[in-house]
């Protein structure tokens, strides 16, 4: 029986992270992903207090790695510093999830293709991300490598490729239908089961979206027919899913959306 929980991205800071959390629960929402995108701002002990009151309420955390990760730079310094970066979210990840079985899914956007073809650049990220998968798996961090699905059609992450990824590194991964109707202008929800539907659980992200020929441009608030067409589809799977909303209101968003489900 699938179980579809549905979140919001954006928990705030440490101080006003708990309260926020009993507020989510008391609207219905099941899942949040804490948004480090401009850095990490959590140390062990508040990522530990955090996570066992989400545990509490019966909320999925979830982390978005910072924004200026790239793993195919031409400057390797830059890809260096791209490991480092996911492997703090790793880390606080893993207090997050602390008394829980559930691992934390880390998402960040995989890198550019940086005037390479899309084969050397898909090699290029795949040795880097097995590189990422061995560590943490030395370090026994709970958690879960996520790279995204992108919406820009001159950025790494295609279905296909994101697909690929997972096959050949053993990671895991986010499937933005945002970003998939961007980048494709269409929801491609077949080519989705096709290529990801073997996978046991899914980490989802999902908004409006406002896009041009380059694919996507910004996001904007759901529309219902929007949310109506993703759960119709997230139903007839088996599997556990989060569904993270990143509209520019996603608290109100993930409401309606689960009012919705």
């Known amino acids: 029986m699938v179980k579809i929980k549905i979140g919001c991205s954006g928990l705030g800071g440490k101080g006003e992270a708990i309260s926020n959390l009993e507020i989510y629960a008391k609207s219905g929402i099941g899942a949040c992903e804490l948004a480090f995108t401009y850095g990490v701002y959590l140390d062990k002990d508040s990522a530990t207090e955090i996570g066992l009151k989400a545990k509490e309420l019966g909320i999925y955390l979830s982390i978005h790695a910072p924004y200026y990760i790239n793993l195919n730079s031409l400057d390797k310094t830059k890809i260096e510093s791209s490991k480092k970066r996911i492997l703090d979210c790793c880390e606080i990840g893993h207090y997050l999830s602390a008394g829980s079985k559930h691992k934390t899914s880390i998402v960040f956007h995989a890198g550019f293709y940086s005037k390479m073809s899309p084969e ?142």
């Open 120 to 261: 050397e650049t898909f090699e290029n990220i795949k040795v880097a991300i097995i590189e990422l998968v061995e560590e943490v798996k030395k370090r026994k961090l709970n958690v879960e490598l996520c790279p995204e699905v992108m919406g820009k059609i001159n950025v790494f992450g295609s279905i296909e490729e994101i697909s690929r990824l997972v096959k050949e590194t053993s990671c895991a991964c986010c499937i933005d239908f945002a970003h998939i109707l961007a980048r494709y202008d269409m929801n491609k929800f077949d080519l989705v089961k096709k290529e990801l539907g073997r996978l046991d659980h899914w980490h989802c992200h999902f908004s409006g979206i406002i896009y041009g020929d380059k694919g996507e441009k910004s996001h904007k608030q759901t529309e219902k027919k929007e949310w109506s067409d993703l759960l119709k589809f997230l139903k007839i799977f088996d599997k556990d899913i989060v569904v993270i909303s990143e509209a520019p209101s996603p608290v109100e968003d993930a409401i309606a959306a689960n009012k919705m489900l």
